[in-house]
């Protein structure tokens, strides 16, 4: 019989989860106080330093990864030559519209933001725009494909 490390355990065993209300109270009550007004902004500039931190290769590795994150399901609902269209949605963003329909979803929209310009080579930005109805958040991805990245 062998001894199994703890590092062995952690993989063997579910996935840790926090609670919608513990990451509620971080994400929607911490966070606005500690940032004030500022909140959206420094998000967003925030999700694209995490997004510098994990680049990611293509789309479908970024749509991983807000899974992995738990930061919802990302679908792409429309692509052009200049911009695209992405919907996230899950139960915890369902969750958070309902309880502040002013939740923001800045962090999510510089990470795309921030990985397009990484796979694309180009300048991009994102835009949220929650929907209130169907309770899921849209972004609005634009680059420029005469601003190059190197």
Excluded: C
């Amino acid at each position: 019989m062998s001894e199994t490390t703890t590092s062995e355990q952690k993989t063997e065993s579910k996935p840790l989860a926090v609670s919608a209300f513990g990451y509620e109270l971080i994400r929607d009550e911490l966070l606005a106080e500690l940032l004030g007004k500022d909140t959206p902004e420094i998000l967003y500039w925030a999700g694209k330093r995490l997004a510098r931190k994990y680049p990611l290769s293509s789309l479908e590795e970024t749509i991983h990864f807000f899974l992995e994150a738990g930061w919802g399901h990302l679908t792409v609902k429309e692509e052009s030559r200049k911009e695209m269209l992405l919907q996230l949605s899950s139960e915890l963003i369902s969750s958070r519209l309902k309880k502040n329909p002013n939740a923001t979803f800045q962090l999510e929209a510089g990470f795309i933001a921030q990985q397009i310009e990484h796979q694309k080579k180009v300048t991009a930005e994102a835009f949220e725009h929650p929907n209130k109805k169907s309770l899921k958040i849209l972004f609005t991805i634009k680059w420029d494909k005469t601003d190059i990245i190197e």
